[in-house]
């Protein structure tokens, strides 16, 4: 199973607004140069991600983004699910984790369970873990501070 480009990348540029955040708001461009990241991608991301209430975005000169709420209270799954269509691991599935052949389907218990171990795994970790991760191994910038 494979998550697409757009959670992969909405995950590392929550991380880096998060590494980049004082509290002033982040330009897209600078997520997108730190992040080799289009920045017409990321402008799509982020529209996804303020709709989900993950961003807020601020308007006007030294604008962008801030997060909408404590990065301790952002979980994984919440910025995949705010990019992605839906996060079960095979096809047939819905977001629920239920399906029309499930009456006949002899594997769908396997794939049922595997559905919800990965939203379990992903709902366990949050932007405050990862950035402190990130934190950790980032090595020392030119100023002489840590990331």
Not at 51 to 59: A, C, D, L, P, T
């Amino acid at each position: 199973m494979r998550l697409s480009t757009k959670a992969q990348y909405a995950v590392r540029a929550m991380v880096s607004l998060h590494l980049a955040d004082g509290d002033d708001p982040v330009s897209l461009r600078e997520i997108a140069q730190r992040e080799s990241i289009s920045l017409t991608y990321l402008e799509q991301l982020f529209v996804k991600l303020r709709r989900g209430h993950i961003v807020n975005s601020v308007r006007g000169p030294g604008g962008g983004y801030v997060l909408a709420r404590p990065a301790s209270q952002i979980r994984v799954d919440e910025i995949i699910d705010s990019v992605e269509e839906t996060l079960v691991p095979v096809s047939c599935m819905d977001e629920s984790g239920s399906c029309g052949c499930s009456d006949h389907c002899i594997t769908h218990t396997v794939w049922q369970g595997l559905g919800e171990r990965i939203r379990t795994f992903l709902a366990s970790i949050n932007l405050e873990d990862l950035t402190r991760d990130a934190r950790n191994r980032l090595p020392d910038r030119p100023d002489g501070e840590r990331a």
